[in-house]
C-alpha cells in the first residue's frame, strides 16, 4: 500500500507540477494628453455605427460592482484633493477608469486626488453625484477598491481594502452606454467623440481634453465588472484572483505578459468585452509588469488539511470551510481525499500529498501551483 501511495504521489507530481502562467499587472505612467490616445487601455462598449446592444463590459443597466487592485505613488499622482458632493469633481483627480461620455449624460468614472478615491456618477437627466475615500491608497502599496451602484435608486458605494469608505444615494436611471447613443460631433479637438466616448478606458482621461484632466500613473491588476451589489458589509480582500461567475460580465487577470491586447476571461453571454492596449508616451506605458497583489516568494501560511473534501471557488466547498490561497501551502494528509472541481483554477504555493492521502483534478478543472 505504501508503494502504491508513494507512487501515486510521483505522478501527481509529474503530472501537476505546472509552471504556473505568470501573473502581471498592467503599469501606466500617467502620459494623458502628452500621448493622445496613448498610454491606456480601451474596452469598447458600444458601436456608434449601429443600436446593437453593447459588449458586456457595458454595465449600468443593471446593478454594478466594479473592483480592481491598484498600487501607486502621490508623487507620480499630483493632482489636488477636491470636494465630494453634487458635482463631477472625479474628473480632476488622476483618472484610473473613465467611463465619461463628452457633455452627455449616463456616465461614471473613478480618479485618485490628493491620494483619495472619488467615484463618480452622472444619471440619466437625474444629476450629478461624486463619493470620496478615507484612506490614503498613495503609498505604492497594492490596494483592492470596490465601488458599487444600486440601479433602483442609484445609491453608490466605495471600499478600500474591503472597508467602506462612503455610501449615499445618487442619481437615479440607466447609466449604461445609450445604444444609438451619437458622440459630441465637435468636442473632441473640434471633432467626434467615437474614438473616446463609446470605450471604458482604462489609465487615462479618454478624451485627451487638457492637461486640467490627469491620468494615472500606476499599477492596475484584476479588474472585474459584475452586475450585481457583490458586497452589503466590510469584507476581507480577494486572496488570488477572481473566478467568473453568472454575475461577472468582464473579467482582465492582466497576465498576458505580451501583445495589446487586454483578454476578457469572464465567458459573459454576448461577449467577450477585450480591451486593446493603446502603449505609447514617455515613458512608455501601459507595460506589463511582474508587481502583483497575489505574488508571493514564501508561504504565508500553511493549511494541512486533516480533512477530505472538495477545492473550489466557493469555500463552503473545502471542508471546515476553508479553501488554499495563492500564498499558502497545502499538505493533504493520509487518509484523506481532495478534488478539484468545477470550471475553475485552483491555486496554491506549494502542494504536498502525503502517502496514504488522495487527490484529484476532476477533468474542466485547473490547478496552478507556485507562484510568478
Ligand atoms: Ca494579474
Ligand atoms: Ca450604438
Ligand atoms: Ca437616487
Ligand atoms: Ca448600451
Not at 452606454?177 to 470605450?199: E, I, K, L, V
Amino acid at each position: 500500500m505504501k508503494v502504491l501511495a508513494n507512487l501515486l504521489v510521483i505522478i501527481i507530481l509529474f503530472l501537476f507540477h505546472i509552471p504556473l502562467s505568470a501573473q502581471r499587472s498592467l503599469r501606466f505612467y500617467g502620459n494623458g494628453v502628452q500621448a493622445p490616445d496613448q498610454d491606456r487601455v480601451k474596452i469598447r462598449i458600444d458601436d456608434p455605427t449601429n443600436s446593437n446592444s453593447g459588449p458586456p463590459a457595458d454595465i449600468g443597466a443593471q446593478d454594478f460592482t466594479i473592483e480592481f487592485w491598484m498600487k501607486a505613488s502621490l508623487t507620480d499622482n499630483t493632482s489636488a484633493m477636491t470636494n465630494c458632493g453634487t458635482n463631477i469633481n472625479w474628473i480632476y483627480g488622476n483618472i484610473i477608469i473613465d467611463r465619461d461620455r463628452y457633455n452627455q449624460d449616463r456616465k461614471f468614472g473613478l480618479s485618485v486626488a490628493g491620494g483619495y478615491l472619488i467615484f463618480g456618477v452622472s444619471g440619466d437627466g437625474t444629476g450629478d453625484r461624486t463619493i470620496c475615500g478615507s484612506t490614503f491608497v498613495l503609498d505604492d502599496s497594492w490596494h483592492h477598491v470596490a465601488i458599487q451602484r444600486r440601479r433602483t435608486d442609484g445609491h453608490l458605494w466605495l471600499y478600500v481594502d474591503g472597508i467602506l469608505e462612503e455610501d449615499v444615494d445618487g442619481p437615479d436611471g440607466d447609466i449604461s452606454y445609450p445604444d444609438a447613443g451619437t458622440p459630441c460631433s465637435t468636442c473632441c479637438g473640434g471633432n467626434s467623440c467615437d474614438n473616446s466616448d463609446p470605450f471604458m478606458v482604462l489609465g487615462a482621461e479618454k478624451h485627451d481634453a487638457g492637461a486640467t484632466y490627469p491620468s494615472y500613473n500606476g499599477f492596475l491588476d484584476e479588474l472585474r465588472l459584475s452586475n450585481s451589489l457583490r458586497y452589503s458589509s466590510n469584507f476581507s480582500v480577494p486572496q488570488s484572483p477572481f473566478m467568473s461567475d453568472t454575475h461577472t460580465m468582464a473579467l482582465y487577470h492582466c497576465d498576458e505578459g505580451s501583445g495589446n491586447v487586454l483578454i476578457d476571461d469572464s465567458g459573459a453571454a454576448g461577449g467577450p468585452s477585450p480591451g486593446v492596449i493603446h502603449p505609447g508616451g514617455s515613458p512608455a506605458g501601459p507595460i506589463w509588469s511582474t508587481d502583483t497583489p497575489f505574488s508571493c516568494s514564501m508561504a504565508e501560511n500553511s493549511w494541512s488539511g486533516p480533512q477530505s473534501g472538495t477545492w473550489h471557488q466557493n469555500p463552503m466547498y473545502w471542508s471546515q470551510n476553508y479553501f488554499p490561497k495563492i500564498c499558502e501551502s497545502v499538505e493533504i494528509n493520509s487518509g484523506y481525499h481532495v478534488s478539484v472541481t468545477g470550471e475553475s483554477t485552483a491555486r496554491c504555493l506549494t502542494l504536498e500529498v502525503m502517502p496514504g492521502a488522495g487527490f484529484s483534478v476532476i477533468l474542466g478543472s485547473q490547478l496552478e501551483v507556485g507562484s510568478n
